[in-house]
């Protein structure tokens, strides 16, 4: 879709804006960016904008961000190729995401080297033409422990290597901006200080570390944590571990998959009264199979099977998942019972701070991006703007 040179008013609308809720509001869009925003009361000074009018009771939130994205829709990063990507960015505003890191998973050398190359060479060369944008990379693994591979091909785990990751980050064009690893293995915290000089998120996951090992992690620069509570040592009344770390510790951030399987509801409300809203990241870490039906599917190499909303491996083990960030949404609201307010710092501010992209990104804002989502009185993802072009509305398939 898309509109003339993108001058676009949305009109008579709840707006969630970076200061404050605007009820009977208006966004201005020109050329990919928020220009102005109000109330309907405010006059208006006229162009010859697309006007859009969207019911009151609707709500626009800033575009979700998910920093933790396998697939969707039979493509996969790990597919390595531009075709991939383009279903990625084509597919994901349905669900209300705007930008997202294209992430990776624990293979052979060169499969990942493969897909390195291909996302790198892909984020240099798009353009805003209404499609969700990458923002970068996520290498989850393979610097991780056997002892929580989870789907995790184990028998391409390694230790944290700088030399390997280096050139991979110089494969990628320098676009790695997230790397999950164990901070317990042989190498671990001297390439979390690696990463922290270097501006690069080092976030705990796949991992067995105690609090002690956790707290030694913070000190060298790790800030992040990688799907709460799944694949990594959990809380003990006498040994913390990473989950008491992560509850305890305002310097972690942690992502959290809420789709109901991969983390009991009451568990995601244990985290939400732990955390707040300020500490939790809401992603998907979804497979190729999003959006598709039942049924098989390949994730590295591994056979995985999908049915009633819950991707596994031949063993059970959980295989990513099949979550749409909008759902995600909808799905920490009824857990919590937080509020709009505090749902969209989860899916959209945390995430563009936390990636140091939120003077462009994460709110609605004069000056910003105009990533927009409208939600509908049943918190659905009604209609999704990318940078300004109308990506998606309500209809289409993806539901």
Sequence with gaps: MTQKDNHILLKGIRIYSEEKIIENGFIIIKNQKIAGLGTMDEPIIGEDFEVIEVPAHFNAVPGFIDVHIHGVNGADTMDGTKEALDTMTATLPKEGTTSFLATTMTQEGKQIENALINAGEYIEKQTANGNAEILGLHLEGPFVNPKKAGAQPIQHIVNPNLELFEEWQK???????????????????????????????????????????????????????THLFNQMRGLHHREP???GAAFLRKELKAEIIVDGVHVHPEMVNLAYMNKQSDGLILITDSMRAKCLKNGLYDLGGQEVTVKDGKAVLADGTLAGSILKLGHAVKNILTYTGCSLEEAVEMASVNPAKQLNVFDRKGSISVGKDADIVILDENMEVFMTFCRGTLSYKKGENCQ
Excluded: C, F, W
């Design 241 to 243: 571990g990473v989950v």
């Design 171 to 225: 494969l990628s064009n320098g676009t790695i901006k997230l790397v999950t690893l164990a901070p317990e293995q042989p190498g671990g915290l001297e390439m979390i200080r690696y990463l922290k000089k270097n501006g690069i998120i080092a976030s705990l996951g796949h991992t067995d570390a105690t609090y002690e090992q956790v707290g030694e992690a913070i000190e060298a620069g790790a800030n992040h944590v």
